[in-house]
């Protein structure tokens, strides 16, 4: 599996941004498709995860309320709405996947690996 994330930039405090995930490569049906963040200095931290039928989604309590996970109806793309950004969400973002069914937050369960997209939120 491919991944290519995309759709950083640079946002003032506030305001709102979408993160792409194209994957490639083979099926998708029993994918977990999820979301990372590595902040300058900073551990890589667990910001969401999806099962592929977008049934059960899981977000971190840092996130939850202002990021949202969808698929709009594309087969091979998922996407993270960022809405309410705050300079703290300034980092790299990455999306990973990995087979199976279980949400994990930790990065290291996670087998694919796209390039990061970096997220600038000004104050």
């Known amino acids: 599996v491919q991944l290519q994330a995309s759709g950083g930039g640079l946002v003032q405090a506030g305001g709102s941004l979408t993160l792409s995930c194209v994957l490639s490569?083979?099926?998708?049906?029993?994918?977990?498709l999820a979301w990372f963040r590595q902040a300058p200095g900073k551990d890589r931290e667990f910001v969401a995860a999806v099962t592929w039928s977008g049934r059960e989604i899981r977000y971190s309590d840092s996130v939850k309320g202002r990021f949202t996970l969808s698929r709009f109806n594309t087969d091979n793309t998922r996407y993270l709405q960022m809405s309410n950004l705050e300079p703290g969400d300034t980092a790299v973002y990455y999306c990973a996947a990995r087979d199976g069914s279980l949400l994990y937050t930790e990065d290291r369960q996670y087998v694919y690996w796209g390039h990061g997209t970096l997220v600038t939120v000004s104050s």
């Open positions: 490569g083979r099926t998708f049906s029993n994918l977990i």
